[in-house]
């Protein structure tokens, strides 16, 4: 089924990560999305669609196939969610409740064409039903999406929101670019919050940390991506060359 589509209709990608979940989303209709871990403005969300992991069998893993029209999102106590689960460890924490209409499929599966950890990927209607893989989804920010299109007309398929864990410490990286001989770190940085003197020192801590466990940080400003994109484009490029080329 094929829904007539406005552009930017605000909607989510949720994973699920167990079948009970799953079982819940088809024959329940509803979802939960934990209150400390969700996206921001949740409740503006319309639609959510649901990528499945290596759980499921091959047909539908590393997948977005289906999607629902979100009819209300309540904030509520797991317990309320799962009440013959009194004794698990959260029953006391809070979690968004999706209640949902019918489950529908897409037009098109979307998949994951690298193997790597996904969290909930906000979108729109718009990009659910355009989207060749995975990466096309993410709405985050018009910097990043600026920064992407070029990658894509260069013939690079980066990684978005690509999370890290070094010394128990988790990074999320704006783009991964998996390379032979080491990896690259993209991030379109907003001059505001970079610019801050706290952000600064965050920052190069940041990247002394990722540097000295094989990546290369390459940071663009604001004015960078939207004035000199070629520039920021070729000097991706040429770090790649560098490296022995994408992987």
């Not at 209300?72 to 409740?97: A, C, M, S, T």
């Not at 864990?165 to 770190?185: A, E, Q, R, T, V």
Request: proline share 6%; with cysteine.
């Amino acid at each position: 089924m094929i829904l007539e589509q406005t552009s930017k209709t605000p909607a989510v990608v949720g994973i699920v990560p167990r079948k009970q979940i799953w079982d819940i989303v088809k024959n329940e209709q509803w979802y939960h999305i934990p209150q400390k871990s969700a996206p921001k403005n949740v409740h503006r969300y319309q639609y959510i669609a649901f990528y499945l992991p290596s759980i499921f069998k091959k047909e539908l893993r590393y997948k977005v196939i289906y999607y629902a029209k979100v009819l209300d999102i309540e904030l509520v106590k797991r317990g309320d969610l799962f009440p013959n689960e009194p004794q698990h460890k959260r029953v006391q924490q809070h979690y968004y409740k999706f209640k949902l209409d019918k489950l529908l499929e897409l037009p098109k599966p979307i998949p994951s064409k690298r193997w790597r950890f996904i969290v909930h990927i906000p979108t729109s209607l718009e990009r659910l039903f355009s989207a060749e893989e995975i990466n096309d989804l993410y709405d985050t920010s018009p910097l990043e999406d600026v920064m992407y299109s070029g990658l894509k007309m260069r013939k690079i398929r980066p990684e978005r929101q690509i999370y890290v864990y070094i010394d128990n410490s988790i990074y999320c990286l704006d783009f991964g670019i998996f390379c032979n001989k080491g990896d690259i770190d993209v991030e379109c940085d907003g001059e505001t919050f970079h610019n801050m003197p706290e952000s600064l020192t965050k920052d190069r801590k940041r990247n002394n940390k990722l540097t000295s466990h094989g990546w290369s940080v390459l940071r663009f400003g604001t004015r960078d991506i939207r004035n000199e994109i070629d520039t920021c484009l070729e000097t991706v490029t040429r770090t790649i060359d560098y490296l022995g080329g994408t992987k």
